[in-house]
């Protein structure tokens, strides 16, 4: 089962309007679209997108163009004069007791304290850039959720890769949507199924297949990571950068 994602079919809609909210702290993550109060009462998400629904066994997403390709090739410019990517150990993965360099460059931004563990190293959050405080407002005005972190990946070309892997680590809000940004290069994007993976696999389930085109944007909701690994392979034929953002929230209380 293969996708082609294109823009124009429409999930939902949502009414143009600014949307006042509370203050809130600063570690928390909230959905807008939940918050119970006279004040937001009545009110709509200011950045309305036209949605494509994403659905199999176990997965639910949602697909669409985020920003126009003049903003979207703007934001990548100002990206790649703001963002510091690791370097050393942070920038190395620990995988079945051995430790190897991650094929592309990383980084990652956040609420002040935050930190994030995954393959075995713990990488703390810098400050948010002002671009990155643009794109994750614009995420939240568009899907009513508030994210407290972002991991940035910068793939030079399409050697540069990501292996299949879940986003469930412990501290990741289970209940939370994870929202993947993409500027630059579109590159395909493959979900596989948890009980289909490998020659010993117990299941025949097709993978999914999409394209992530520049200023798209991908919400991952639950329970997608329970479900489904998902891979950014490589493609020789790619030779432009791309940079992709994934927003999430964080629970200082679930925390190791």
Not at 6 to 30: A, D, F, L, M
Not at 168 to 186: H, W
Not at 242 to 254: E, G, K, P, V
């Amino acid at each position: 089962m293969e996708m082609s994602v294109k823009q124009g079919q429409v999930k939902r809609s949502c009414t143009s309007g600014s949307s006042p909210r509370k203050k809130i702290k600063q570690e928390e993550c909230v959905n807008l679209k939940e918050m119970d109060s006279d004040e937001d009462e009545g009110a709509e998400f200011s950045h309305p997108v036209p949605w494509q629904k994403i659905e199999a066994e176990g997965l639910d997403c949602d697909y669409a163009l985020l920003f126009s390709k003049k903003e979207a090739d703007h934001l990548f410019r100002q990206l790649e004069e703001e963002i510091v990517y690791s370097t050393g150990e942070e920038a190395k993965v620990h995988v079945f007791g051995k430790v190897y360099s991650i094929p592309r460059k990383q980084a990652t931004y956040g609420d002040v304290g935050l930190t994030y563990t995954y393959s075995g190293v713990t990488r703390s959050a810098y400050p948010w850039t002002p671009t990155l405080e643009y794109i994750r407002d614009s995420v939240t005005k568009t899907t009513g959720q508030m994210f407290n972190f972002v991991l940035v990946n910068r793939y030079k070309d399409g050697r540069d890769h990501m292996g299949e892997h879940r986003d469930d680590e412990r501290e990741l809000d289970p209940l939370r949507p994870i929202a993947s940004v993409s500027l630059g290069a579109a590159r395909d994007f493959i979900f596989r199924h948890r009980d289909a993976r490998g020659k010993q696999s117990s299941r025949s389930i097709e993978p999914v297949k999409l394209e992530l085109a520049n200023g798209s944007l991908l919400l991952m909701n639950p329970p997608t990571n329970t479900f489904w690994y998902h891979s950014l392979p490589i493609r020789k034929k790619v030779l432009s950068p791309r940079i992709n953002l994934t927003f999430r929230c964080i629970l200082l209380n679930r925390k190791k």
